[in-house]
């Protein structure tokens, strides 16, 4: 166990909807990242906070978007969903901002887009 | 756009094998190679690579890393159906890149 927790464990949505997925980081950790897993591929990263502001986002559009609070707890939000936005979405706590530091990941959530 | 390839995709082996993973990555601005064995849901950290030469080994995991050549292998001796899972490697750099991952299968 890393100490990361993500909820819900499983969500489904359909096309068009908004969605919200939450994540508490390890005990003392300021970074959070969050990956989108989908089938039979590697993580793909989606963007990192580090206390409270985005310090960097890979190649996903505007309409995912996130959030880090006061406690380094994060939510990513996905807006109008896609069918290919089904995937297990991850998040990683760590302690360095540029990402040098070991991430530690958290459960997953599943999201299916119907 | 640089990836992370790992090789082989898939490998079924047999309780005691000894099995090497691939990872190769094509560098900017390099900081450290990380290697994650995923079963479920949330990959686990094995190793941190940063210097190139140097072996890292946890039990029957070991691993290394090639600054030169810009790979790294994961080996795992005397397998067991614990190792099975997918191993991830994640090239480091301002943002983490994961290659697609090796799903080992060990068959009793």
């Known amino acids: 166990e890393t100490g990361v927790t993500q909820s819900p464990t499983h969500l489904i949505k359909t096309r068009g909807q908004q969605v919200t997925l939450r994540c508490s980081s390890q005990?003392?950790?300021?970074?959070v990242s969050w990956y989108q897993q989908a089938l039979g591929q590697g993580p793909q990263f989606i963007f990192q906070?580090?206390?409270?502001?985005?310090?960097g986002r890979g190649n996903f559009p505007p309409r995912f978007s996130g959030l880090q609070f006061p406690n380094y707890s994060s939510e990513l939000n996905v807006n109008a969903l896609e069918l290919d936005d089904s995937a297990l979405y991850l998040c990683?706590?760590?302690?360095?901002?540029?990402?040098?530091?070991?991430?530690?990941f958290g459960p997953g959530t599943r999201l299916l887009v119907l | 756009e640089d990836k992370v390839v790992q090789s082989p995709l898939s490998l079924v082996v047999h309780e005691g094998d000894t099995v090497t993973l691939n990872c190769s990555y094509e560098?900017?601005?390099?900081?450290?190679l990380l290697w994650y064995k995923q079963e479920k849901k949330a990959p686990t950290f094995l190793f941190m690579l940063?210097?190139?030469?140097i072996e890292k080994k946890s039990g029957r995991l070991s691993s290394i890393l090639d600054k030169k050549e810009l790979f790294s292998i994961l080996n795992i001796t005397a397998t067991q159906t614990g190792d099975s899972a997918i191993y991830l490697c994640?090239?480091?750099?301002?943002?983490?890149?994961f290659g697609a991952g090796t799903r080992l299968t060990v068959k009793p």
């Open positions: 005990s003392g950790h300021n970074t």
């Open positions: 560098v900017t601005n390099f900081r450290s």
């Open positions: 940063t210097s190139s030469g």
């Open positions: 990683a706590s760590s302690l360095a901002k540029e990402g040098s530091g070991t991430q530690y």
């Open positions: 994640a090239e480091v750099r301002d943002d983490m890149r």
């Open positions: 906070y580090y206390r409270e502001e985005e310090n």
